[in-house]
């Protein structure tokens, strides 16, 4: 069966600071992967998605940045944090064609940013 | 182009009422529809999904919807509300049939109270 890892699940950061989280998938191969930013009280906004190794799409400007190493792998990285980056990380995957839109998702991570 | 729109922020029944969190979407294709709840502090489950076949869905924890191409409407529904119910719940809609994440739309959410 797949399975997503998310880590770290709670992150306090001072502003300016660097920024990783990781994300990896186990169970599938060649998933579409996502990283959504969810603020309090609101929805989901997409930031990056993926649909290979090294094919990054970005959904909005923003101070962060995101890499896929590996098939499997997902990276949300930042070089200096903004206290607007302060949020509910979630990573997810899903299948192409026909099954697109049935997203499955990590725990999340709660970044603080100080 | 796609939205989603959850027409209340916040819905608060009595623990054995109906449920019912409202659903509108716009879709200039065939759309799949989804429902997402969202526990405090994890991530999203899927409850249910509509792919154009029946147009009544049943999901996950005695949810359903009912997809209605005429109203555009997705509500989610629930005869008799229970204490573990209580959830931030996601209407989401996508295009079936392209690779690209950006099809998939997110509703704000509705989170569900659920009085003793």
């Known amino acids: 069966s797949q399975t997503i890892h998310q880590w770290p699940a709670t992150l306090v950061q001072p502003v300016g600071s660097p920024l990783s989280l990781e994300c990896t998938v186990e169970?599938?191969?060649?998933?579409?992967l996502y990283w959504y930013r969810q603020a309090a009280g609101r929805g989901l906004q997409l930031l990056f998605y993926s649909v290979g190794i090294g094919q990054i799409s970005s959904e909005v400007p923003q101070n962060l940045s995101a890499s896929r190493p590996q098939d499997r792998q997902f990276i949300l990285s930042s070089k200096k944090l903004l206290l607007s980056d302060s949020g509910f990380y979630l990573c997810?995957?899903?299948?192409?064609?026909?099954?697109?839109?049935?997203?499955?998702f990590g725990a999340g991570t709660r970044l603080s940013v100080l | 182009a796609q939205s989603v729109t959850q027409l209340d922020s916040h819905v608060s029944v009595s623990e054995g009422t109906p449920v019912l969190l409202r659903c509108n979407y716009s879709s200039s294709y065939s759309p799949s529809l989804f429902w997402y709840v969202q526990h405090p502090n994890k991530g999203l489950q899927l409850l249910l999904k509509?792919?154009?076949?029946?147009?009544l869905v049943k999901g996950i924890n005695g949810f359903e919807a009912e997809f209605k191409k005429s109203e555009t409407s997705f509500h989610l529904t629930k005869p008799s509300a229970h204490m573990s119910d209580a959830a931030e719940y996601f209407c989401?809609?996508?295009?079936?049939?392209?690779?690209?994440?950006?099809?998939?739309?997110f509703g704000s959410g509705t989170r569900l109270s659920i009085r003793p």
């Open positions: 169970g599938t191969s060649n998933p579409n």
């Open positions: 997810a995957w899903t299948l192409g064609g026909a099954a697109l839109g049935i997203q499955y």
């Open positions: 989401v809609v996508s295009s079936t049939g392209y690779s690209s994440a950006s099809k998939i739309i």
């Open positions: 509509y792919t154009s076949a029946a147009t």
